[in-house]
């Protein structure tokens, strides 16, 4: 079957044709640059991990589908989790769910929790699965855009306010906040659980970067605000916080009736997922403290030695409070266009970046913003910073 007529993807998702990174990444590889386009580190997880993944293999735990759910293993470790962090008890059998990866899981809240024409607020610029899912769920996005203000990118509360209409159904949060690296502060997230208690507001908040924070700032989760835990869909993944982001191990903790919702959407998805790497996550979860200030500490390494990298090369540098990003501004480069800047910038350097106007409805507002992954081994960091000096 041909179609000249009409192309065939549906009008709900032709804006999302083929995302900026299969285009960077064909680039880099075509180039034999450097990849800090894609946010995928190039060094595994834990070794005990790993190995409690063969094991659960072998012992032919989740090799047949789980339940639906989740395993009740990585259920109660994240509950135990979120309790043992933020002081947040969950109930393991009715307030947690298990999902393929947080990308699943931030496609399952939208399609369960939203009417057709709903609006939901999101932070711009914003994850690129957001604007996908929420079209998949026939929602409208309404962007409130970050913007620049004393070396980090700042939420304006009162364009957050005026966002929202009768017509809003929920905001969809990230902090730590990819591409900016942005952190919200405890004000901030205050002011936007008032916001969504005066509002009758649901809130679903994508924080898979919980664990990579660095200096000063603080992890906080939305849902311990005041009014939020019963109205909050809280999102974490292993895939960041212990290096295996081909597992595709995610998570859902929320109210019972909102993890009803979401788990009557997720069983039509995938139904389960990752098995045997549900079984390995339960006892990531549990790694002594030590662990997570390691990779925090490690990740903070690497974000100094691209960040130093960048600056030197001409870079604004917005040195970011948490994530494996950051987000520069090219105009002090004498540029202005980031896509015609990435696109180049293989040629010119031997380095991928992805431009943050693709995170934008506002590609105006996002033009000037290279984002760089240091999600990477240090000598392949430095190999980067060295390249970049040619510019
Ligand atoms: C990587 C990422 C995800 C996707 O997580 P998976 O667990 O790999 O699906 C979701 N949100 C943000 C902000 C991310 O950076």
Redesign the pocket.
Known sequence: MTSTARPFLNRRLAEFGTTIFAEMSALAVATGSINLGQ?FPDTDGPEEVREAAVRALRDGRGNQYPPGPGVPELRTAVAAHQLRRYGLAYDPDTEVLV????????AASLLALLEPGDEVVALEPY?D??AASIAMAGGRRVPVTLRPDGGRFRLDLDELRAAVTDRTRLLLL?TP??PTGTVLTRAELAAVAALAVERDLLVVT?E??EHLVFDEAEHLPLATFPGMRERTVT?G????TFSF?GW???WVTAAPGLVTAVRSAKQFLTYVASGPFQYAVAEALTLPDSYFEGFREGMRVRRDILAEGLTGAGFEVFRPAG???ITTDIRPLGEKDGLAFCRALPERAGVVAVPNAVFYDDREAGSPFVRFAFCKREEVLREAAERLRRL
């Not at 993944?237 to 960041?240: E, L, M, Q, T, V």
């Open positions: 946010g999902t393929a990866g947080a990308t699943e899981a931030i994850y699965s957001y990230n906040h990819n994508d898979v970067y999102i993944s292993a895939g960041k982001t595709k191990v995610g994530t494996y990003f």
